[in-house]
């Protein structure tokens, strides 16, 4: 018997947030692995941690980022 929603919506919310960020990215791929598409974000994905974890990529804030964009555009 199938789990209902709201209560595989109360599991989901009561983990961690670490958890909750892999069932995400799971259930994306879900959705997305059969697609030329899904492939190529995939592979980016892949990639970008790839360069974050070498030290080849900085971080920065998604609100940073946008003021950069934003400073950039004006």
């Known amino acids: ?16 947030a670490k958890e909750r960020a892999q069932l995400l990215e799971r259930l994306i791929a879900s959705f997305e692995r059969d697609t ?14 790839a360069d974050v974890n070498a030290c080849g990529s900085q971080m920065i804030l998604g609100p940073d980022a946008l003021a950069h964009i934003e400073a950039g555009i004006g």
């Open 36 to 49: 030329q598409v899904g492939r190529a974000w995939f592979a980016e994905a892949l990639q970008r941690e």
């Open 1 to 16: 018997m199938a789990t209902p929603y709201h209560d595989l919506e109360a599991q989901v919310l009561s983990l961690g």
